[in-house]
C-alpha cells in the first residue's frame, strides 16, 4: 500500500481533548489505590496511554503502538481501550502496518466519544485515499464530519468533496469509450496522433499548458485543496523512494480565477526517462507531462 499523508497533525494537538479523559483515569486509579487501605477495591495495572502519546510525538512510532497495544488489552475501560486503539491504528498507519491500522480504527470509530470516533473514521479515509478507493474514502470522511466539530469537521468536509469528485471523476474516465488506435500503427511505429493521456489526479479547472520548455516532469495531481494535494504527496512518497525518485513536490497555482495545487514527481530533461519513472509509480492517473514549477526569477 501508498502510504499517507503528511501524518496528519502532531500527535499531542490531535489528542488534546482525549488526555483529560486519561488524567480522570489516573485519578481514580489512585483514589481505587488508597482504598486498599480499607479492603477497598484493587489498582489496575495497566500502561499508560500518556506514555503512548509521548512516543508517538517523539516518533517512536514501535514503541508506541506496544503502549498502546498494551493500553487496550490490560484496561477495563471501555473508553480507554477504544482511545488506546486509536493509537494503535496511528502507529501501526506509521509503520505500514496496514491491516492492524484497518483493524484498529475500525474498533475506534465505534466509540461513543465522537471525538475518537471522527478520527478514525477520518484516518480509514485517509487511507482509502491511499489505495485509490475514492467512494470509500469520501463515505469515511463524511461520517467524520458528522462526528467533529470545528476546524476538523470543515477539513473532513472539504476531504470528502475532493475525494468524491475524484470518484465521480473516475467514473466519468471509465464510461468514456478509449479513441481507436491508429490502424497503421504497429510494435516498432507508434500511432502518429496517440490519444491524449487521462487527465492528472483531481483535476477540475483548466490549466494553462505548460512550457515546452520546461523539464519533463511525472504529473500526479491538480487539487483545489492544499490538504489533499499533501494527501497526494504523501500517498506517493514512499513509491517513489523505492524507485529511487526525488519526494513529490505540492506547489500552487493560479487557474482560472481559482487557486489550485499541483503534485509531481521528479525532473527530467528528456521524455524518456520520465515515461521509465513512470512506470513504477502505480496511481493510475499519473501522466508525464511538462512541469508547472514555477520558473525561478532571473
Known sequence: MRRTATKPHALLATFARLIPQVDALRTAHILCAAALVAGGCQPEKTANLDDALRAYDAKRYAE???????????STDQALRQQAAYMVGRSANELN?????????????????????????????????????????????????SKLTGAEQAQAREQAADAAAKAAEVRRLAATPRPAANAAATPGNPPVNPPAPPAPAGTAVALAPAADTSPWTIA?????????????????????KRAGLPTPRVFPMQAANKRVWIVEVGSF??????????KKISTADAVVAHSRVPAPPK
Do not use: H, N
Request: hydrophobic share 45%; charged share 25%.
Open 64 to 74: 508506541c503502538l506496544r503502549i498502546s497495544k498494551d493500553v487496550q488489552s490490560q
Open 220 to 240: 500526479a495531481g491538480v487539487f483545489s485543496t492544499e490538504t489533499a494535494a499533501r494527501q497526494r504527496a504523501t500517498t506517493l512518497a514512499k513509491e517513489a
Open 97 to 145: 502496518k496496514d491491516e492492524e491500522a484497518r483493524s484498529a480504527f475500525a474498533i475506534a470509530a465505534r466509540s461513543a466519544d465522537p471525538v475518537v470516533a471522527g478520527r478514525a473514521m477520518a484516518m480509514q479515509g485517509a487511507m482509502a485515499v491511499e489505495d485509490d478507493r475514492w467512494a470509500d474514502a469520501a463515505s469515511s470522511y463524511t461520517a467524520a464530519a
Open 269 to 278: 530533461t528528456d521524455r524518456a526517462p520520465a515515461d521509465a519513472a513512470r
